[in-house]
Every structure is written in C-alpha cells, then in structure tokens.
C-alpha cells in the first residue's frame, strides 16, 4: 500500500508540474499571444493521470474500507470546497480581465471590449495563469478523489445487491 501513496504522491507532482508549466505559458496582459496556444499541447496529459489517480484512490479507499456515512461526509466536503474554488476563481477572472483593461487603457488611451472578450475565452493563451493555478490543481486534487469515492459507493451498492 505504501507503494501506492508514493505513486499517487508522484502523479500528483507531475500534475502540479504541468499546471505551473502551463501557469508561465501566460503572456502579460499588453503582450500578443501569438500564434495559438501551445500550452493546450501540454494540457492534454492531465486527462490520463485524472483517471490514474482516481484508479490509485479507489485502490487506497477499499484498502481501509470506508464506510458509507464517513464517505458520504467527504463528499459533502469535497463539493462545498469545489464550489467555493469555483466562485473564487470565476471572482479571479473578472479581476483579470479588469487588470487587461486598465493596462490597454494605459497604454492606447482605450479599450476595445471585445478584444477583451476574446483573448479571456477558455482557450486563449492569455488565461492560462486562471486555469492552470494552485486553486486550479487543488480543484483537481479533490475532484478526482470525488470521482474515487462515487466509484467506491458504487461498487459498495453493486456488491450489496
């Protein structure tokens, strides 16, 4: 079992790799961007340790076999913290996009709101740093113990039955 946490443990600093990696990829908010995003090339690697750190907790947690209400309490936990992380950052990304309109407003004498719409949609390298954050990776770190424990009462009721 201890081979498995430091597994997790590994899969976990990778992960935090890439989201600062992808953090850095952001250009300052008077910067072009460009051509694309090069940090989305990056980004898909995260899918795969997703579902491998889910694999790693599911193991963990039939290991000690939880019971049901101590689960259940995680997982009222676990979305109250991805609510509030959610609300936070979306309050972080409208302080964002203020902080590139004050800097085009400094630097043109005005700004162009659609410009702005566009370079903070989801894909556009100017918001790497909004995604690919500590919040971020914490959001991830916790979601993907969710998803353990949903799969864990899963098989709890499947084996019930």
């Known amino acids: 079992m201890k081979g498995v946490k430091i597994i997790l443990l590994i899969v976990y600093?990778?992960?935090?790799?890439?989201?600062l990696v992808?953090?850095?990829?952001?250009?300052t908010p008077s910067a072009s961007s460009g051509n694309g995003n090069p940090a989305l090339l990056l980004a898909w690697v995260i899918l795969?340790?997703?579902y491998f750190s889910v694999l790693l907790w599911i193991r963990i947690l039939r290991r000690y076999s939880i019971n049901?209400?101590?689960s259940l309490g995680w997982l009222f936990v676990i979305i109250i913290h991805q609510i509030i992380a959610f609300s936070?950052?979306?309050?972080?990304?409208?302080?964002y996009r203020q902080v590139i309109k004050n800097t085009l407003f400094k630097r043109y004498g005005n700004v162009d709101e659609e410009y702005v719409r566009t370079i903070t949609k989801v894909l556009s390298i100017h918001v790497n740093n909004q995604y690919f954050n500590l919040n971020t990776y914490f959001m991830f770190v916790t979601f993907s113990i969710l998803v353990a424990i949903v799969?864990?009462?899963?098989?709890?009721k499947k084996e019930k039955i």
């Open 13 to 19: 600093l990778l992960v935090l790799g890439v989201f």
């Open 22 to 27: 992808i953090n850095q990829m952001t250009p």
């Open 48 to 50: 795969p340790l997703l």
């Open 68 to 70: 049901t209400f101590f």
């Open 88 to 95: 936070y950052q979306k309050r972080e990304i409208n302080e």
């Open 151 to 156: 799969c864990i009462l899963r098989i709890k």
